[in-house]
């Protein structure tokens, strides 16, 4: 008997061993984990397949098995072994992906097992009123039979502490019985009924099938509802006894999101997965929902992995949202990946966003996803009045023309909210000397150094170097030092000054180290005060706040000239997310767009006909470009201290596969071509651009060079296969 083992190195195939001295053939079960010896080191491997025997000679045996019973099951491990094809990625590193660090490190399920308090056959013939004269026993007592069994913790979460469940189990009406772990107790929240749906709602609602294989794409205006149809779908699968799977972006994961959807469902187990959680609690959530345990899933990327026995809809917010595709290591779409978990399980997903990928949206315009749309906003709220304020030739005050800081002033005394949107964080984005012309670069990035005048350094925002900030110039000493440009902490200054009777809120990732944090800065605006918020696109999504009425984009240009053909997509996703926070209660919202190109056609049809026009617009030039979503797209990328090995990786790749599928107008080759961020962590980044007509051929073409690349690598160089690549950078 052989195990066949998935292990977490990057090398492209399953690794033979015998079964752990002692064990019973009889409970080998792919699924479970083992303890293995791996060169020096000692490793958790997860069994993919029990085999009669092996080609290899001289298997060592596993140390031990971890767990008695499977963790993932049979749809999961097919799952990743799909996505282990379609990305070329090694199937262990996969099943590391999809593992919480906790259980990564080996560390048994069991270690969280729980004691859950059951109903006997008395206690549940009892009718809801029983108990009356002891309150807690009664509210525990219809706790019971409305919900069923509850674990310990989530008990004590509720204030039903082992006294009440003692009274109940004297009384010969409950028991304890040991049982999986329940996902972590989340903050304690008022349930709020649902809103009556609007006549768009119902219909899309309806329109997504209860059951069987079904992709939907919700394209709905900011502040439409689409949440709320979410919430309406979720519950529909849960009273199917059904889990439902809610992926967020990562910064989407927000306490206020929680609450939202705990105060909707407080009868059903949520397990939230996120980055933000301790090893231990992350674990218990996973596998709360691996067992079945937990009825609803949120998660960030990630999340698509979590074995889900009962999986019954699959909801993907902000679908647009870069952080869905994984950018190092595995190179997945979690997006990508939920339609195919979604045909694997027989159920319906759905994409929702107020600014669907060109990606989603040929999809829909294509038939091969149900295009849905919500075109008006919810409840009272009407869009935002959007206006241009050309900046070219103007007397600007810290980046700001004159008319833009009346209008926060007028809203701020009229007892309104403004929101500013600056793409950049710190103080500067460079620093010069007006002396010798020196400039603060990285030493190991083709990039400028950030300085960050409340940490007093300078840093690089693509490898994290720090130095100290300098106050005269390295090179010439000269004391003429300059910082260029403005980012979110020297605006933070400028404009608490110009408004000094309101608290400005300054929100992006140096002030915000956790999602507490962001909660916290953010409660004096959703207490409804008059206050400027200020910040990077962190203020762009997921937040309703009903008193802002006035949205400043201090730069729109940003994605209007850059050499990655998705950067227009990415800054029209942008703009119309921030501008969508505008107006989003019973107040009429102003947008005002600071551009220097306010004639730019892009920019126009943005702002006068809205995203939906704008990406139509987007699709027609790639397909005349022959570029995603139109073409299948890969990228070949290496790394190296020494560029020319990194190129000639790359050649030598792009002569192995033209010598298979020379270049036609199918399939076309680009490259080798250096990265837009040429050098990061001192390493030189290339790339080899590969399009498609057919997917198909693609991935076999891309499976070749794996096996290829494999045999080939230089072992300085760092080589990876970006499939459905999303940035070039
Ligand atoms: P989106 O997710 O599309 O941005 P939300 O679901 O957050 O929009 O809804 C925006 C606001 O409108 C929220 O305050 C929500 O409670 C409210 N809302 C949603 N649907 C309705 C409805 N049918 N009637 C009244 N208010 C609604
Ligand atoms: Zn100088
Ligand atoms: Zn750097």
Redesign the pocket.
Known sequence: MVLRLAIPVPLRRLFDYLPPAGLNPANLQPGQRFQVPFGKRDLVAVLVEVAGDSPHAELKPATACIDPTPIFDARSRHFLQWAADYYQAPIGELYAAALPVALRRGKPADHWAEQWLELTTEGKGLPETALARAKKQQALLQLLLSSGRQSRTALNARGLNSSVCKALIERNLAHWVAGPTAPPPLEEVEPRPA????DE?RHVIDSVPATGFSASLLE??????????YLRLMERALRDGKQALLLVPEIGLTPQTLRRIAARFPDFRIAALHSGLADGERARAWLSAASGVADIVIGTRSAIFTPLPRLGIILI?EEHDGSFKQQDGVRYSARDLSLVLAKNADIPVLL?S?TPSLESLHNALSGRYQHLR?RH???N?KPPQISVVPILHQQLQEGFAPQVLRHIGETLARGEQALVFINRRGYSPALTCDDCGWLADCPHCSAKLTLHRRQRHLRCHHCDYRMREVHSCPQCHSRNLNALGAGTERSEDFLTHSFRDFPVIRVDRDTTASKQALDKLLEPARNGEPCLLLGTQMLAKGH?L?KVTLVVIQDADGGLFSADFRAPERMGQLLEQVA?RAG?GDLLGHVLVQSRYPEHPLLQLLLNKGYGAFARQLMDERKIAQLPPLRAMALVRAECEEPRWAEEFLANARDYLQALAPPSPELQYLGPVPALLERKSGRFRFYLQITAEKRGLLQKLLAQLSQWAEGNRNRRLRWAIDMDAQELS
């Open positions: 809103p009556e749906l609007n709602q709905g205006t900011t502040g439409s509802g689409k949440t709320e149809v917010d929702g107020a919500l906003r919810a409840g709220a309703h009903p969508g989003r």
